[in-house]
């Protein structure tokens, strides 16, 4: 698979990008996953534990909210 180049700047907007890195061949991959999915099973497993965690980060720190309902 060919990754699209990736231009961080902030003019783009927020990206979603998942690094890993091949100490075999000391490579750094970049892939923009809100555009691209991740096609090794072992590095979307982690893409996809670290986006649930980030999301449960975002849910924890969203105000409560009261439906007025009694606990």
Known sequence: M???EIVLTPDRG???IYTSYD???E???LVQVDR???D???ERALCRALLLHALA???ASEPT???GAAR
Do not use: A, Y
């Open 27 to 29: 490579t750094v991959t």
């Open 65 to 67: 909210q009261s439906n």
């Open 36 to 38: 691209v999915p991740v």
């Open 14 to 16: 927020p990206q979603l």
């Open 23 to 25: 100490p075999k061949d």
């Open 57 to 59: 980060l975002l849910d």
């Open 40 to 42: 090794n099973p072992r």
């Open 2 to 4: 060919t990754t699209p």
